[in-house]
């Protein structure tokens, strides 16, 4: 029988307001013709939120050039230099499709949009001020679709911003981190004063990293976050080394962070504590509050408030195709809903991005794990032809156990989310499934429910009705069996 029916969040610190996004680069960013095609059907499975961007080095003039045109102004988006094309189409459809852009402004830019061109490389030690001059275009430019951005992507990976390090006889000490700062400090309140009330977020930090042993070492994110606001091994402020002296927090409007799990379940905890999975979300949000606590971040949002986060990256590479590195199908769908009930039940976390919706290509000329350097974690192999986990995408459900092993906790969402009634059913032993309960979900689709576990249990959730502009039917979410204790 059941215990208790729960129409909203439990009072474990629920996460009332997760939002559920893709990031698909191949898609949001490559021919216009494809996202027209795709977000639709982002839109009808119930995605709230897509990661676009805003490339400075793609839109600017003269890339490759060490000095920028002649009387060029890089903060007027009326300028006939700059390429708009591609991001104004992309922008126009998600906004049509009701779909919320979260747009990451980022570099590398331009070669002559480093503080140093001559040193050859655009990622190189970006000049700050043209960037928040690209940056206040942006916002001027689509101010009235975006809401949100993200400066710059992954500023903890060499790929997008050197040096990361800067290493003597062996000894390597963090510059990346400081590096943002300044990038964020100029680029912030450029954004600010061009879209009124946008939410600035920063990081969207690379999950992993490696030990350094040259300049161009990936950081591991909570090293780099630790460095970013200052916060010494000790957990107080530090103001004393070279990187610190001259210190300004930065004031963001939320963290975005990517965090992967390597393949490991949503329950398993990364072995580095300078790293964080979906199931380390504590890690990050510990180094958030003694940022916080010691002056080196500032809540733009609300000072008193904790920082949120916002995991605008995340997905499981699949095998097949990827037979190196991939989890196994079911494996993959089952660890997706997880996720999902993980990030929700984190108040802090108010975004859960699906990387990516589709997978990329294999590379005809790769071997081992050269040939999967793209990305295989897509809901639909690279033809179209869907994996297990693109239906339990539109109906994520979870059960488990309580603690005193005597009840079953089962959660779910119904997308795209709305207020739906749902039929909770529950199947004994080997025996039929029955109707068990029936709720009405939140406003945005998601559902709690407690019930007595006496044997061994298999439970689902259905509801009736209409997506996109298909017929009303009948929507079956995947099934979940525990054993009483």
Known sequence: MVLAALVVPSAAGASKQLEIGVSDPAITDGDPAVLTAFAPRWRDAGVDVAMVTADWRAIA??????????????????????????????????????????????????????SD???????????????AQFAAAVARRYGDDVDRY????????????????????????????????EIFADAAPAIRASDSG?????????????????????????????????????NKADRTSAKCVDFTPAEVDGFAYHPDQRAQSPSSHLKSWAEAGIGDTIRITHILDFLQETGGLINNEKESSPISLFYTEFGYQTNPPDVFSGVGLGTQ????????????NQARVKLLSQYIWRDHAIHDNGQGTDAYDGSQSGLYMFDGSEKPSARAFLNPFWASRSSDGRS??????????????????????????????SVTTDANGYFELSARLKATATYRFYWVGRVGKASSRRHLSAAMTLKRR
């Open 408 to 437: 079953a906790r089962l959660w779910g969402q119904v997308r795209p989310g709305a207020a739906h009634e749902v039929v909770v059913e529950r199947r004994i032993g080997r025996g039929s499934f029955r109707r068990l309960s």
């Open 198 to 234: 946008a939410a600035v977020y920063a990081g969207a930090l690379a999950g992993r990293g490696s030990n350094p042993t040259d300049s161009d070492s990936q950081m591991k994110p909570l090293i780099w976050l630790r460095s970013f606001g200052c916060l010494a091994d000790n």
């Open 117 to 131: 061109p001559e040193h050859g490389s655009a990622r190189y030690r970006p000049d700050t001020v043209l960037f």
């Open 150 to 181: 993200t400066i710059w992507y992954e500023p903890n990976s060499p790929a997008n911003l050197r040096p990361q390090y800067i290493c003597v006889r062996k000894k390597c000490a963090e510059r990346s981190p400081s590096i943002y700062r």
């Open 333 to 344: 769908a089952t660890w997706l809903q997880q996720s999902a009930r993980l990030a929700f």
């Open 61 to 114: 003039p003269d890339a490759e050039k060490e000095t920028p045109p002649v009387g060029f102004d890089g903060s007027d988006p009326q300028s006939s230099l700059y390429d708009w094309e591609r991001l104004d189409r992309m922008i126009e459809t998600l906004t049509r499709n009701k779909i919320d852009p979260i747009l990451t402004v980022t570099g590398p830019g331009p070669l002559w949009g480093s």
